[in-house]
């Protein structure tokens, strides 16, 4: 008989899905006519289960029995009813296993009773927690899918080579890419936090760069699941998780490299399905769609030049026909009216200054009433163009994505990991996620030779370049292009100066740090119009455009706006302060020569 005992299985790892990680910081509202929110599920993880974690907030301007009803995927869930005298209400729901065995989990929400003037919320602590079993079964495409919205990308102490910089480079913009919040360390992988019900909370996540032979694989360190990227090219492994290569990582693991892909045609055209937002047919009588893309969605060595929108709705009874318009960051393009049969197009080229970084683009349709469905074509789309020499930051992305080389200073060749975050940092707001990317040591005080398109991370300017943005005994020169001063800053301790440069005919950024490394925010700093930019602890300090003439921009978007007479009030400053003080002064002597009577 067997008398040894079993080890006990460990408790089951909790993933949480948070409403921020789905695009809702702040919450979700919803009425009568309900509301939608999208849960995205890993494919292929045995033994799966999840639950719901819900918490609403009703506001009503009159007492009576409200009620919530979830959807899960179009099945009703659960419809459960206010506490009497609460406008508070928790639900805590298991998910069927034929949930789980789906791509998204699409909750819907509706508010029951007597909805006239009343809405409800769903608040930002609510989460969907999924149990893991058995973490060490999971593909190399559900852990990636899975890893938490903090990530580390962890390197071995001590000196790192040129590949493994470039691998974890590619892989924290991968992450920056799927919306986490990505650093670069040389500490070991964190532990399981106490989860709920004897879980163990899976909160941070991490990515070995470097460890083991060359290979792909899943691994378990401390208990949790860690992607391990190894080898003597590490930096090839990480196109797993660009989007050409990701069917290739649905195995466990998967050994030896992977080739570069062919590059393929430059499209003419990007369709409204691939950017951001919903095309989904809307009923209302004034239907709007919002669709968003970043600069460096757009494929390789493209600028958009024009913006195409098709629309379809149902005639309306009276004959009354549809006004269209179209707007591209909050400014009208154009606008039309459908025609008797419902149909419109709108085709109108992009204006110069009219991009950002960021862009979204809106859709208003506004009809006399709803008298049916109204939809946003596939056929919509961003007519594109070749991409010429960049003049501005926003021209970078299309420069850097068919391939960038990184210089950065390493002193004797030795460069450690944590030296990366800073680089990352502007990376993520200038270089696409999918772009190859190659790291080059360069030695402090020799400037470095790019070969191709390149950001440079360096004490010293590129090899070839002439930056407008000087550094002189501490303080920062601003000169215009006849090396006439523009602006002179001093005691600026710690920031991060990045300029635009030429350096022998290939386009690049310039990035140089003053003083200690800035405390980094989360969001990259954004860059967009302008060549030149101070950066620090609240992103973009100063940006500056050198040409056609000195522009200067100050943006701190958590500060006041700046008042247009505080700098002319500060100038004269001294000034005010003495002819108060002689004021005061005459006064005081006034006051005694004619004391008052008695």
């Known amino acids: 008989m067997d008398t040894g005992t079993q080890p006990p299985e460990a408790p089951a790892l909790q993933r949480r899905l948070t409403l921020g990680e789905i695009g809702l910081p702040t919450g979700l509202g919803f009425d009568a006519a309900g509301a939608e929110a999208s849960f995205p599920l890993p494919r292929g993880v045995p033994g799966l289960a999840g639950r719901l974690s819900l918490v609403f907030e009703l506001s009503a301007p009159f007492p009576g029995r409200h009620a919530v009803e979830l959807r899960a995927n179009g099945r009703l869930l659960a419809s459960t009813a206010f506490p009497p005298g609460s406008s508070r209400l928790t639900l805590d729901v298991a998910l069927p296993e034929t949930d789980l065995a789906e791509t998204e989990l699409r909750l819907g929400l509706r508010l029951l009773g007597d909805t006239d003037q009343a809405s409800a ?239 979204r683009i809106e859709v208003v349709l506004q009809r006399a009433t709803a008298s049916g469905p109204a939809q946003l074509l596939p056929g919509s789309q961003l007519r594109l163009g070749p991409a010429g020499a960049p003049r501005n930051f926003l021209g970078l992305p299309a420069a850097f994505g068919a391939g960038v080389e990184v210089l950065v200073d390493a002193p004797g060749g030795v460069l450690v990991a944590e030296a990366l975050n800073p680089l990352l940092w502007v990376l993520r707001a200038v270089v696409p996620a999918a772009a190859p990317l190659r790291v080059r040591l360069a030695e402090p005080g020799t400037p470095a030779s790019p070969t191709g398109p390149f950001v440079a991370a360096t004490y010293e300017p590129p090899s070839g370049s002439d930056p407008v943005l000087r550094f002189d005994a501490g303080r920062i020169r601003l000169s215009n292009q006849a090396g006439r001063p523009v602006l002179e800053l001093g005691g600026v301790a710690r920031a991060l100066s990045v300029q635009l440069v030429n350096a022998s005919g290939h386009p690049g950024l310039w990035l140089r740090p003053i003083g200690p490394p800035p405390l980094l925010p989360n969001a990259a700093p954004r860059l967009d119009q302008g060549d030149v930019a101070l950066l620090d602890g609240q992103g973009v300090a100063l940006a500056w455009s050198s040409a056609p003439g000195p522009q200067l921009r100050v943006d701190y978007p958590d500060a006041p706006r700046p008042v247009a007479w505080l700098p002319l009030l500060m100038a004269w400053r001294p000034w005010i302060v003495g002819v108060l003080w002689l004021v005061g002064f005459v006064l005081v002597v006034w006051a005694f020569l004619r004391p008052r009577q008695a």
Do not use: K, M, Y
């Open 121 to 359: 919320t769903l608040l930002p602590e609510s989460h969907l927690a999924l149990l893991l079993p058995d973490p060490g079964q999971l593909s190399i495409a559900a852990l990636f899918s899975l890893l938490p919205p903090a990530t580390q990308v962890l390197l071995r102490p001590g000196p790192i080579s040129a590949t493994e910089a470039a691998a974890a480079l590619r892989i924290g913009l991968a992450l920056a890419a799927s919306g986490r919040q990505a650093t670069i360390a040389s500490a070991p992988p964190g532990v399981a936090l106490p989860g709920r019900a004897g879980t163990r909370l899976w909160a941070t996540g991490a990515v070995l760069v470097g460890e083991g032979a060359e290979a792909a694989t899943v691994r378990l360190v401390n208990g949790l699941p860690v992607l391990s990227l190894g080898g003597a090219t590490p930096e090839r492994l990480a196109r797993l998780l660009d989007s050409p290569w990701r069917g290739l990582a649905l195995a466990n693991s998967l050994t030896g490299g992977t080739e570069a892909a062919p590059a393929p045609a430059t499209p003419s055209f990007l369709p409204f399905t691939a950017l951001r937002g919903s095309l989904a047919p809307q009923e209302t009588a004034r239907a709007a769609w919002s669709l968003g893309f970043h600069i460096r969605d757009l494929p390789p060595g493209t600028q958009v030049e024009a913006v195409e929108v098709l629309l379809r709705a149902a005639p309306d009874p009276a004959g009354a026909p549809g006004v269209a318009t179209l707007l591209l960051n909050e400014v009208i393009l154009g606008s039309t009216t459908l025609s008797a049969e419902g149909q419109g197009r709108i085709a109108l080229p992009v204006p110069g200054g009219a991009l950002a970084a960021e862009n």
